[in-house]
């Protein structure tokens, strides 16, 4: 006889909680044949609020702790998540309609993208900082920082590997984000937060929503207490529009990418700020 | 009764200069008529004329555009990196060797004091052309993927205070790297960038490679929404900067934005007091507090608070303001007229909100634009002279009582070009260095520039750094992604 199986509630995470959206929405999440797999929440502009909110208060914490203990912390989610292949394979099949090994191809190339960027952590800052030799008896260092809060809007194909792969290089420097997952694909996405969850990502360092991107960018766009704004999967949004909206606050932006972005060390330094200490030498 | 602060004048002469009556466009490698209305360019210490300037408008643009872009297409691109450092390294020395010259045109047009033109601006103007040349045949080695490419046409807009400077900032690494440019020199400062110009043709830079372009702001939006430019790099107001931004984005241009600030100047109670006190008024009375970066809110210790404000007093009350042009002034002119009631304004604004005014007693000029260096106690962080950037020489004091709160009030501003840590305990002040949200952060010293150290902010004063290695990034290509690391992750 068979078991009646358990869904999940699918929910959002908001400062390291599972809330509902405050909104009390809800959309209807598909497989690619058209079956009912489950309700997401459908996060409102309230919700991105929060979410900004969460991130901004976890931010100096996050970047104020070791990039050795970043690395560490990364490189777990990876260890999870490879723990939990088999949810995500099973999710990915389901609404992304591809074929098991596809969704199994896509799963392990995220893990892989997590422990790429993990070994990123403490040595990104050696790579794009230097000493500089100024003429004058002053020790001048440069060195990047993380640029504070950032709003990303997950790439919608490949709903796993695209997220990690704008995921990854924005937290591990020390940012916090506000990622809003695949519209049609947010399944794994939330499933993803309950690794970062558990993998001792501190709670608001990476907040998700789920919902209509087209409703909820905009407000991330123009909200003053977000630094930058990582429009990935925006292709099919009115993603100039929001580029306008970043400028009131002048946010860096990165464009679209149509997909999953490659793993790059540029990904990692766009959400980073370069700080140059000069500091005088004694004249002996 | 004569004291110590009385000298006898001692002007540097205008002789040197061979100025002409109008200057025109720069394109195409020839001074050509602008069709737009030419306008003068004034000595802001005298209000007297200097020049008639032809401003440009859409045509010209387009033909310096065109310009550039047949230089980049046919000379610049095909050109080696090395010879592309030659003319570089000609440049600077070309600048040198008519550095008193140019110091000289400087201050004439600017209003800065000439010691600081001269010991300041023009010399870094050679070091940015010198330091650049170098990289020009060395860009595989700059950490920014292999292959760097130029991005095409720079187009460039820089501000009146430092104009030779900013030039040189915008210019150097933009040829460096293999770009051609369109600048815009401000409407108030074009004329070093006229007589650079003649400089270009004694380097016999290709035609076409740098075109200079004067006019108002009306000329410098026409140049940067240019359709066929592919760079936009702009030193100004946070305004215009936001400006930029919006009519940029989804161009495809790539965009670095140097805008305003607020910067804070903190001082603890263990500070080098004697060189704290000179780092204050070199922080925001340098060329007249026009200085993005410029220590306008100086952070005091509470308990050292009353002792520093009156040894400043004392200290300003020895600055000399007058003719730029003297070598003993230490307080040039105020820019423009327009600026000068901007600092009015605000400064009156201060007062009316409730801060303690002080103004240093000098003898302000019959003509010309002047203000004399003014500093304002018991102000609160809410009060506007402490937000909002007044860009003149009016220091805003607040005080703390710990190290947090001094980090935090310093970050209380939507700008974060600059910092400044005065303590002689060193432990502290890379502590507090990283608690400051700031692109540059001088530590016992202020108002430090080199063509080797990056500069640009956070935040609201703009994006992009200038100088060093990190300046080269803002004119190459994207150094792209990284190999492929492992099976399926960079599919």
């Known amino acids: 006889m068979s078991r009646l199986a358990v869904p999940k509630t699918y929910k959002l995470y908001i400062g390291g909680k599972f809330p509902r959206s405050e909104s009390g929405r809800v959309y209807e999440v598909l497989s690619a044949k058209g079956a009912f797999l489950a309700n997401a929440a459908k996060a409102s502009r309230k919700d991105a609020r929060d979410a900004v909110v969460a991130a901004r208060a976890a931010q100096p914490g996050w970047a104020g702790s070791t990039a050795y203990n970043r690395g560490q912390v990364l490189y777990r989610i990876a260890e999870l998540l490879e723990g939990r292949r088999a949810q995500f394979v099973e999710e990915i099949r389901l609404s992304e309609g591809v074929s098991a090994a596809s969704a199994r191809s896509q799963v392990e190339a995220a893990i892989d993208v997590w422990v790429w960027y993990a070994g990123w952590a403490d040595k990104y800052l050696q790579v794009a900082g230097n000493g500089n030799p100024v003429s004058g008896p002053y020790f001048n260092i440069s060195t990047p920082e993380p640029t504070g809060v950032v709003a990303i809007v997950a790439p919608q194909q490949q709903s796993l590997l695209g997220l990690v792969s704008v995921l990854a290089p924005v937290i591990l420097s020390g940012n916090a984000a506000v990622l809003i997952a695949s519209e049609t694909a947010p399944l794994s996405a939330i499933s993803l937060t309950e690794v970062l969850a558990t993998s001792d990502v501190p709670p608001g360092v990476v907040n998700v929503l789920t919902g209509s991107p087209a409703e909820i960018a905009p407000w991330l766009a123009g909200h003053a207490d977000v630094n930058a704004l990582d429009l990935a999967g925006a292709e099919a949004l009115d993603w100039v529009d929001l580029q306008i909206a970043a400028a009131e606050t002048l946010k860096r932006v990165l464009p679209p990418e149509g997909g999953a972005p490659a793993p790059s060390l540029d990904r990692i330094t766009f959400f980073t700020e370069t700080k140059t200490v000069w500091h005088t030498k004694a004249l002996i | ?491």
């Not at chain 2, 070598?327 to 007229?337: M, P, Q």
Request: with cysteine; glycine share 10%.
């Open chain 2, 1 to 491: 009764m004569t004291s110590f602060l009385d000298y006898a004048p001692a002007p540097e002469s205008t002789s040197i200069l061979h100025l002409r009556q109008s200057y025109g466009l720069f394109i195409d490698g020839a001074f050509v008529d602008g069709h737009g209305r030419s306008f003068s360019t004034i000595s802001p210490a005298t209000e007297e004329k200097i020049a008639e300037v032809s401003a440009a408008d859409a045509q010209d643009v387009d033909a310096a555009v065109a310009a550039a872009r047949r230089a980049y297409q046919r000379t610049w691109s095909r050109l080696s990196g090395a010879d592309r450092g030659k003319y570089l390294f000609r440049i600077a020395r070309l600048v040198q060797e008519r550095a008193r010259e140019l110091a000289v045109a400087e201050s004439l047009d600017n209003g800065k004091p000439i010691k600081e033109s001269r010991d300041v601006d023009v010399p870094l103007v050679a070091a940015w052309f010198f330091y650049y040349a170098g990289w020009a045949d060395k860009l595989d080695y700059a950490g920014l993927g292999p292959n760097p490419k130029a991005l095409g046409v720079a187009a460039q807009v820089i501000p009146w205070n430092f104009p030779l400077l900013m030039l040189a900032w915008k210019i150097a690494p933009a040829l460096a790297a293999g770009n051609t440019v369109v600048i815009k020199p401000a409407e108030t400062t074009p004329l070093s960038a006229l007589i650079f110009a003649e400089i270009l043709q004694q380097a016999e830079l290709p035609d076409g490679v740098v075109n200079i372009i004067t006019g108002a702001g009306e000329t410098g939006s026409l140049l940067v929404n240019h359709p066929d430019v592919n760079k936009v790099a702009f030193t100004g107001s946070t305004a215009v900067g936001r400006a930029i931004a919006k009519s940029t984005a989804g161009t495809g241009k790539k965009l670095t934005l140097e805008l305003g600030g607020k910067a804070a100047n903190i001082v603890f109670d263990d500070a080098p007091m004697d060189q704290a006190i000179e780092g204050i008024v070199n922080g925001i009375f340098f060329n007249q507090g026009h200085v993005c970066c410029a220590g306008s809110r100086l952070l005091v210790q509470e308990n050292v608070a009353d002792e520093v404000v009156d040894r400043l007093k004392q200290r300003l009350g020895t600055l000399r303001l007058g003719d730029p042009l003297d070598k003993n002034t230490d307080i040039g002119a105020i820019n423009s007229r327009e600026q000068l009631d901007r600092i009015r304004e605000l400064s009156d604004i201060g007062e009316a909100e409730g801060a303690q005014r002080w103004s240093a007693d000098c003898v302000i000029p019959d003509r010309g634009f002047w203000f004399a260096p003014t500093i304002f106690t018991g102000v609160e962080t809410s009060h506007r002279i402490a937000r909002e950037e007044i860009f003149g020489p009016v220091l805003s004091v607040l005080t703390f009582r710990t190290p947090a709160e001094a980090i935090a009030k310093a970050n209380n501003t939507p700008y974060g070009l600059s910092a400044g840590i005065w303590s002689d305990k060193g432990s502290k002040i890379l502590a507090v260095a990283d608690g400051l949200r700031a692109g540059v952060v001088w530590a016992n010293t202020f108002n430090r520039f080199d063509p080797a150290s990056p500069f640009g902010g956070y935040k609201e004063s703009g994006y992009g750094r200038e100088g060093g290695r990190h300046g080269l990034a803002a004119y190459l290509g994207s150094a792209g992604s990284a190999p492929a690391l492992t099976r399926g992750a960079a599919q």
